[in-house]
T-cell receptor, first 114, second 116 residues
Framework: AQTVTQSQPEMSVQEAETVTLSCTYDTSESDYYLFWYKQPPSRQMILVIRQEAYKQQNATENRFSVNFQKAAKSFSLKISDSQLGDAAMYFCAYRRGNAGKSTFGDGTTLTVKP | GAVVSQHPSWVICKSGTSVKIECRSLDFQATTMFWYRQFPKQSLMLMATSNEGSKATYEQGVEKDKFLINHASLTLSTLTVTSAHPEDSSFYIC????????????FGPGTRLTVT
């Protein structure tokens, strides 16, 4: 079974600075997708960024980027120029290609200090 | 964009009663919908996978007779918590996979269930 591990239950960052959230996963599959979701206090899950396993290039979405290390099964999220609105719980998720079912990590609560 | 709604957003029911939660994909067709349960400050736990026109697939440890799932159309799935008890109080989230998409899931805003 696939597992997703987020080793940082809580992280904090000063506004305008950069923070990296860690995620490792375990799978024997070659075709899969990785995601980072943000869950603010409203509890609405918001997709931050996704990475297809077959792509070597790291995904980037504005201030959000990932460091995808396939051999190491690592998928970290870097948030640059942190903003107060980035404060939320962040979940790393794995999905096997075409299977639909996702496995989520335990989450990292990010605090942004003004 | 792809919007998923859930109704109700918050429900309080008495112990022993049943409550139905609806999950709708508003602007796309969803062949597959997923139901999750989330306790405060914890991760999402997948309860079941719902496929249109067929029986839901439940995760290990989830009681099929207690959590009834029906996916009657390509835009609607329902979760009925039968004979609810206080331990069923939780936040329930659905997500919908767009027909033809192999990876994208769109999440509903969630339903907070409180059983008194």
């Amino acid at each position: 079974a696939q597992t997703v591990t987020q080793s940082q239950p809580e992280m904090s960052v000063q506004e305008a600075e950069t923070v990296t959230l860690s995620c490792t996963y375990d799978t024997s599959e070659s075709d899969y997708y990785l995601f980072w979701y943000k869950q603010p206090p409203s509890r609405q899950m918001i997709l931050v960024i996704r990475q297809e396993a077959y792509k070597q290039q790291n995904a980037t979405e504005n201030r959000f980027s990932v460091n995808f290390q396939k051999a190491a099964k690592s998928f970290s999220l870097k948030i640059s120029d942190s903003q107060l609105g980035d404060a939320a719980m962040y979940f790393c998720a794995y999905r096997r290609g075409n299977a639909g079912k996702s496995t989520f990590g335990d989450g990292t609560t990010l605090t942004v200090k003004p | 964009g792809a919007v998923v709604s859930q109704h109700p957003s918050w429900v309080i029911c008495k112990s022993g009663t049943s409550v139905k939660i609806e999950c709708r994909s508003l602007d796309f067709q969803a062949t597959t919908m997923f139901w999750y349960r989330q306790f405060p400050k914890q991760s999402l736990m997948l309860m079941a996978t719902s496929n249109e026109g067929s029986k839901a697939t439940y995760e290990q440890g989830v009681e099929k007779d207690k959590f009834l799932i029906n996916h009657a159309s390509l835009t609607l799935s329902t979760l009925t918590v039968t004979s609810a008890h206080p331990e069923d109080s939780s936040f329930y989230i659905c997500s919908a996979q767009r027909q033809g998409s192999s990876y994208e899931q769109y999440f509903g805003p969630g339903t907070r269930l409180t059983v008194t």
